[in-house]
Nanobody, 128 residues
Framework: QVQLVESGGGSVQAGGSLRLSCVVS????????MGWFRQAPGKEREGVAA????????FYDDSVKGRFTISQDNAKNTVYLQMSSLKPEDTAMYYC?????????????????????WGQGTQVTVSS
């Protein structure tokens, strides 16, 4: 059974940093597209970043470029999202997702249907 478990969320002040982790179990994601998404109350889920675990190619939404960094540790089956210079508008539930069938493309930031597996989410709250 494939499971994705996020952790690392919390409450920070604007300008602070957090690192989210997503541990994958149940399959070896040596070549998969892993994405981070977020959803604020009353808003649609939106893509933040994606990484192709087979080669490290990354994609970012314009709203987080230069502030967020997605990375991987294949030995730990873990994907990270380092978030810096956080803003109140980054407040949301953050989810990781896995597409084990495809290489990563920029469209992975907008096509939620590409992903077969989702975690339960971790809350990030940024206060001004």
């Amino acid at each position: 059974q494939v499971q994705l478990v996020e952790s690392g969320g919390g409450s920070v002040q604007a300008g602070g940093s957090l690192r989210l982790s997503c541990v994958v179990s149940g399959y070896t994601y040596s070549s998969a597209c892993m994405g981070w998404f977020r959803q604020a109350p009353g808003k649609e889920r939106e893509g933040v970043a994606a990484i192709y675990t087979g080669g490290g190619r990354t994609f970012y939404d314009d709203s987080v470029k230069g502030r967020f960094t997605i990375s991987q540790d294949n030995a730990k089956n873990t994907v990270y999202l380092q978030m810096s210079s956080l803003k109140p508008e980054d407040t949301a539930m953050y989810y990781c997702a896995a597409d084990p069938l495809r290489d990563c493309y920029s469209s992975h930031l907008i096509r939620l249907t590409y992903y077969d597996y989702w975690g339960q989410g971790t809350q990030v709250t940024v206060s001004s």
